[in-house]
């Protein structure tokens, strides 16, 4: 029901600039989170940034100071600013969408998107 796509990834070199997108579609409570989270091979998936509906965002501390995370709540799309990259940040980078209604708890993510980052 709930479907996240993912775009924008690529091979960039060290200290360039992506940008990611994700666009949401199906039935998602207009109060939401939606963020992004990366897993480097042999990695734990990890925090990148969220942002809920009301425009509070959190970072994880390795991209503090160089990412941007944005959203358009009338698109359900969440953008992800990538600055200064680093090797270090090539994973496959997903989107997550949490929400909750009636009660009930939902979480989604997207498939994922490859950012690689050459030095």
């Known amino acids: 029901q709930v479907q996240l796509v993912e775009s924008g990834g690529g091979l960039v070199q060290a200290g360039g600039s992506l940008s990611l997108s994700c666009a949401a579609s199906?039935?998602?409570?207009?109060?939401?989170?939606m963020g992004w989270y990366r897993q480097a091979p042999g990695k734990q998936r990890e925090l990148v940034a969220v942002?809920?509906?009301?425009?509070?965002?959190a970072y994880g501390d390795p991209v503090k100071g160089r990412f941007a995370i944005s959203r358009d709540n009338a698109k359900n799309t969440v953008y992800l600013q990538m600055n200064s990259l680093k090797p270090e940040d090539t994973a496959v980078y997903y989107c997550k969408v949490e929400f909750t209604e009636a009660r009930n708890k939902y979480i989604h993510w997207g498939q994922g998107t490859q950012v690689t980052v050459s030095s």
């Open positions: 942002i809920t509906s009301s425009g509070s965002t």
């Open positions: 199906g039935s998602i409570f207009s109060n939401n989170a």
